[in-house]
């Protein structure tokens, strides 16, 4: 009689009891995980990231170019997904660094082509436009700022990361309005950031470097001529 009972008991407990460690799992909630699910913050098609284009833009630097999808963490702590538009040879280093950029939580407002018809001047691209948005962006045919000569931006070699923490000084001149520049900062690049390094080990340059001026958003990996 005992073993009976001492049999259906443990029966009881097979059919009852959860195994140890299994924990009763709350509702799933119908919300979109932001951790694994990004948030779109742009999602344009080929025509439209390469729309309004300078038709000064000589065909064979617009047919290197690439249209590219990259996820980050915004300053909301939560995934994005956004897109650039660089040259198609450096796809490889841009994913590579936003992987360190999610690894490391740096936070980045928002990286949408250039093209977006709410950076459009007079039609035109508007580098001071995306630079107020503190967005990040690669390709624009243009030239430097202040001169004729035409920017790394123009072939796709550059890419400018949160313009608002990381802004371009000259002596007192800032830029855009309202930035400051401080290495404590979320968002900010300095020497030592391991988003900074990573750039610099795969041969681009950063321009908190340069001597007369600083352009702490700014990387750039010029194309070495063809024999
Ligand atoms: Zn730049």
Known sequence: MNKVIGYLVLLWCLVYLPPRGVVAQPPRSEAPDSRTQPIIDSAMTEAEAFAGLDPA?????????????????????????????????????????????????????????????QFRRNGRWDDD?????????????????????????????????????????????ISPKGAAYNPQAHGTLTAEHPLTRAFRQRGWDWGGTWETRQDYQHFDKPRIAEE
């Open 129 to 173: 436009l995306s630079m107020q948005a503190n967005n990040t962006s690669a390709f624009n045919y243009r030239v430097i700022a202040g001169t004729t000569r035409l920017s790394n931006h123009a072939s796709g070699r550059a890419i400018d990361i949160n313009p608002m923490q990381n802004p371009y000084v000259r002596g007192d001149y």
């Open 57 to 117: 833009c000589p065909p064979e630097v617009r047919a290197r170019q690439k249209l590219v999808t990259v996820t980050y963490f915004g300053f909301d702590d939560k995934l994005h997904q956004g897109q650039l538009v660089i040259d198609q040879q450096l796809e490889q280093d841009i994913q590579e660094i936003f992987r360190i950029a999610r690894e490391c939580r740096f936070p980045i407002q928002s990286v949408i082509p250039i093209s977006h018809p």
